[in-house]
């Protein structure tokens, strides 16, 4: 009797403002706090809310017989504790109806595990710290940030007294084998739960073609192989990655329905699915997988020459940076880490390159990489500073390490809007798209404001892209804004 094992990750990065150059060595706060908002308040209202009282339908509904997993990463659960905590009690509510089980992940969302054993184990204690707080648990399972998983992860995972992981099941290390039973990592007693990521791709990527139905859903799932089925996937996928319009909302109101209609399955957690099966066979993966693009590799990452060089100086400013015993500055430092800067930096081609281009807060993957360096190189002067002062003996004062992160740099200033405000001055335009609407004569916030649809047309024949540009940063609200 197979089970199906939904797994969600629920995730917000600390995105960076449009940090340049001249700025180092004076500003010390790097975080685009308006921006991470602005997201976090249009997920909330497309995502987080309705999902959550859809998941609270569906448990009331079939009376606990429909449950679900999901990790909140701490970088999140700071969002919502700063700006929507409406949106965190609604998660807390969703815990307490019992049917939902919390997995353990990386505080800051980051490649830990790859660069720092040390940081890794500290940043999932911290998470766990966190749950503590919020939800009064401890999980027993751990999903490494992006699904990157190696036997290595599953030592670490016994280490830090784990029974389980989840990852990501691999073709070529499962070697003709199913991914739905569960698995044991060599020379460890960790379970493994691997994703059947062709199931969970037919809703993540090919439902908004139109072609899938919850009842043909539940069919292809009544006839798969195995003891259980993981579906594991972002939570943003409902309703944020595929609108509401798509019909995604009665999708998942009505999987359970069609699910529960076959007597030979039902819903499982990952403590469930641990307890009642058996271990099938050993997955032994000596190099590094992850759930992320084709190559299902860490090149989404560290895949060019920009991504890794970043990487490695990061890295390398950990033992000053704990060393300063700085809990702020640490805090800064460890937000750095977060996966999703390096994944902005990525400069793969097609398919793989366009999904990394669609989540950027950059005009491209350039951009990203000067900013985030640039940030990167003003904090790397204050470790030069604190290893000076190590080394003379001399306790300097605290001059540049960040404001504490419940403000924004906004918040701590006088709001000054200058009469001669430019089109720079709209968040996300950037150099490149303020240079391609002056060579198109738009150089003032009314002309931009009153482009024709015609006129845009023109533009996005000319420069592929610039539509979705304005419509994701909305220029055309901010321009607004700023001509008055």
């Given amino acids: 009797m197979p089970s199906i094992c939904f797994y969600f990750r629920a995730h917000q990065p600390n995105r960076l403002k449009q940090f340049t150059f001249f700025e180092i060595g004076t ?6 706090d308006d921006l991470n908002k602005h997201y976090l ?11 959550n009282a859809l998941m609270m339908e569906l448990i009331e509904r079939y009376e606990g017989k429909f449950k679900i997993c999901m990790s909140l990463t701490g970088t999140f659960i700071e969002q919502m504790e700063h700006h929507r905590p409406d949106v965190l009690e609604s998660f807390k509510k969703l815990h307490q ?36 707080q919020h939800f009064g648990v401890k999980p027993t399972a751990l999903r490494n940030t992006e699904m990157i998983y190696s036997n290595r992860v599953a030592q670490l995972a016994q280490e830090l007294d784990y029974e389980a992981v989840l990852a990501e099941g691999v073709d070529w290390y499962l070697n003709g084998r199913t991914p739905n ?31 899938l139905t919850a009842d043909q859903y539940a069919f292809w799932l009544s006839q798969a192989d195995g003891d259980n089925i993981n579906i594991f996937m972002d939570y943003e996928t409902i309703g944020e990655h595929i609108k509401a319009g798509t019909g995604i909302f009665d999708f998942m109101r009505w999987l359970p329905h069609y699910v529960l209609m076959y007597e030979n399955l039902s819903f499982k957690t990952v403590r469930e699915v641990i307890d009642t099966n058996r271990v099938k066979g050993i997955y032994d993966v000596h190099f590094t997988t992850s759930w992320a693009d084709a190559q299902r590799d ?5 895949g060019n020459a920009m991504q890794d060089e970043a990487l490695t100086k990061l890295y390398s400013m950990e033992y000053d940076v704990k060393g300063s015993n700085d809990p702020d500055f640490i805090h800064v430092w460890s937000k750095l880490q977060t996966s999703d800067h390096f994944y902005y930096i990525s400069t793969k081609p097609w398919g793989d390159g366009t999904i990394h281009e669609h989540f950027s807060p950059y005009n491209s993957a350039y951009e990203g990489y000067i900013f985030y360096m640039n940030a990167l190189s003003d904090l790397e002067i204050t470790v030069n500073e604190l290893r000076e002062a190590k080394k003379t003996g001399k306790h300097k004062a605290k001059t540049t390490t960040a404001p504490p992160q419940l403000f924004s740099q906004a918040d701590l200033e006088e709001p000054t809007i200058s009469k001669k405000a430019t089109l720079i001055d709209i968040k996300g335009i950037g150099p490149k798209y303020v240079k391609i609407l002056a060579q198109a004569g738009i150089d003032t916030f009314e002309k931009l404001i009153n482009l024709s649809n015609e006129d845009w047309d023109v533009l996005e024949k000319e420069h ?9 940063e909305q220029w055309i609200q901010q321009a607004k804004e700023l001509a008055d």
């Avoid at 500003?27 to 685009?32: G, M, N, S, T, V």
């Avoid at 992940?105 to 890794?120: C, K, P």
């Avoid at 860490?298 to 560290?302: D, G, T, V």
Wanted: glycine content about 4%.
């Fill in 181 to 211: 039973q569960l698995y044991q990592a060599p020379s460890s007693g960790i379970k493994l739960l691997l994703r059947n990521h062709r199931l969970t791709d037919e809703i993540a990527f090919r439902f908004p073609q139109g072609t």
């Fill in 97 to 132: 109806t019992g049917c939902l089980e919390l997995i353990a992940e990386t505080y800051y969302h980051s490649l830990a595990s790859e660069y720092s054993v040390d940081e890794f184990k500290r940043q999932v204690k911290l998470l766990e710290d966190k749950y503590q």
């Fill in 27 to 32: 500003d010390h706060f790097y975080e685009d």
């Fill in 298 to 302: 860490m090149s989404a990452w560290n």
């Fill in 41 to 51: 308040d249009q997920v909330s209202e497309s995502c987080y809310l309705p999902t």
């Fill in 464 to 472: 592929t892209g610039i539509i979705k540009r304005c419509q994701k």
